[in-house]
């Protein structure tokens, strides 16, 4: 069971959790991030879906997904890229690039600079 924290439009923590799979009361927002891993040549990696995830399935997405209760957007943004590409990527690396309310989200959207190996091995076998 995944919780979120709610936050308001202008990312204020409300104090209120959130389930995953519910609907987002009106007003309330949870935060989201996107990671975009950027190699020196200017390359981007992108990952494709699982063929067995229940939305978009082998569709092709950079790492991202829901800040869990309690993380901050770059703890969210570290945990995301560990989970569906298995790097480990230092904090101090990452640049918020922006930050876009939509819908019943606040995107954030971060950068890493990465020209190591990849460790698809040691990410979650739902993720790759």
């Known amino acids: ?52 995830r229940p939305t978009f399935p082998l569709m092709w997405e950079c790492a991202g997904g829901s800040v869990l209760m309690g993380e901050s957007s770059i703890d969210g943004a570290l945990r995301e890229v560990k989970e569906e590409v298995g790097l480990d990527l230092e904090q101090k690396a990452g640049k918020l690039v922006f930050s876009k309310i939509r819908n019943s989200d606040i995107m954030d959207v971060w950068l890493f600079n990465y020209d190591g190996e990849l460790q698809l091995e040691a990410a979650e076998p739902d993720y790759h």
């Open 1 to 52: 069971m995944e919780k979120w924290d709610l936050y308001t439009k202008y990312r204020e923590k409300t104090g209120k959790e959130h389930l995953r799979g519910e609907r987002i009361p009106e007003g309330f927002y949870h935060l989201v991030v996107h990671v975009w891993i950027r190699n020196s040549k200017g390359e981007y990696l992108m990952a494709q879906r699982a063929a067995n």
